[in-house]
């Protein structure tokens, strides 16, 4: 077949190599499936050689796919830390409402932003909060912020 001839009769070509791969389905899987069996020692050490050739890349990868992951957990949570309203987001953390950050860590082996992913981004079980109000309210403590409105209000009140 000739290049011209090729693209002369591209859709149909493609149309009958569709039909040709439906019909053949099953033949076509069987193929690849033997090749790769045949040749699947092959395929992980030239795996194995790219990543051991290139970490950077596949460092780099990682990196994208989890900074993409968390954003998108972030932003599923409205992007600002419920109690002080911090949006920049290396400030922000995911916080466990109702503790147990360290347990839900270790059971999914640090793939928290995944796992929340996988549950379906439910809000009663996580939400927002900077650095600053994740610390402040660990052990159960007040954020400042909070205490500060509370004084604010009192104030308020009784002047
Ligand atoms: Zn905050
Ligand atoms: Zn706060």
């Keep these: 077949m000739?290049?011209?001839?090729?693209?002369?009769?591209k859709k149909e070509l493609?149309?009958?190599?569709?039909?040709?791969?439906?019909?053949?389905?099953?033949?076509?899987?069987?193929?690849?499936?033997?090749?790769?069996?045949?040749?699947s020692a092959k395929v992980l050490a030239s795996q194995r050689l790219y990543r051991e050739l290139h970490p950077?890349?596949?460092r780099a990868t990682v990196k994208r796919s989890?900074?993409?992951?968390?954003?998108?957990?972030?932003?599923?949570?409205?992007?600002?830390c419920?109690?002080?309203g911090e949006n920049r987001e290396p400030f922000?953390?995911?916080?466990?409402?109702?503790?147990g950050g360290e347990?839900?860590?270790?059971?999914?082996?640090?793939e928290v932003y995944r796992d929340?992913?996988?549950?379906?981004?439910?809000?009663?079980?996580?939400?927002?909060?900077?650095w600053n109000c994740n610390c402040a309210t660990r052990f159960r403590k007040i954020c400042p912020h909070k205490q500060e409105e509370k004084c604010a209000s009192v104030l308020s009140v009784q002047s």
């Design 56 to 58: 950077e890349v596949i």
């Design 103 to 110: 347990a839900h860590r270790k059971s999914v082996n640090g």
């Design 14 to 39: 493609l149309e009958k190599a569709r039909k040709h791969y439906l019909l053949h389905k099953q033949e076509y899987f069987e193929r690849n499936r033997k090749w790769y069996r045949k040749n």
């Design 82 to 84: 419920i109690c002080c």
């Design 116 to 130: 929340i992913r996988k549950q379906g981004f439910p809000r009663d079980k996580y939400t927002v909060l900077c």
């Design 2 to 9: 000739t290049k011209k001839y090729y693209e002369a009769h």
């Design 66 to 80: 989890k900074r993409s992951l968390r954003l998108e957990v972030l932003s599923e949570y409205g992007h600002r």
């Design 92 to 99: 922000l953390t995911i916080e466990h409402i109702g503790g």
